[in-house]
């Protein structure tokens, strides 16, 4: 099964391993900064305003779509 992230990018969703809400998030700069510690790449597909942290295998994935959404796409494919 597949994950549309926004924009051209699809996932297996075999490789996810967790979606994180970034909405809100007080401090979007400490949070890269976090996340680069991990050595897992950041791929920015939402453009500087990222309401999802998509959490893969290989790396973390910014996406411009929330989190609620890809959770609701997730149930959907599941129900098929």
């Known amino acids: 099964m597949y ?6 990018v699809i996932i297996n969703t075999a490789e996810l391993i967790a979606v994180e809400n970034l909405e809100g998030q007080a401090s979007l700069e400490n ?3 976090r996340q680069q510690k991990t050595g897992k ?3 920015d597909i939402a453009e500087g305003r990222p309401k999802s942290a998509i959490y893969t295998d290989q790396n973390i994935i910014l996406s411009p779509i ?9 149930n959907q494919r599941a129900m098929l």
């Open 3 to 8: 994950l549309h992230l926004g924009g051209t």
């Open 31 to 33: 949070w890269l900064q």
């Open 41 to 43: 790449e950041v791929v």
């Open 66 to 74: 929330s989190s609620l959404t890809l959770r609701k796409r997730l």
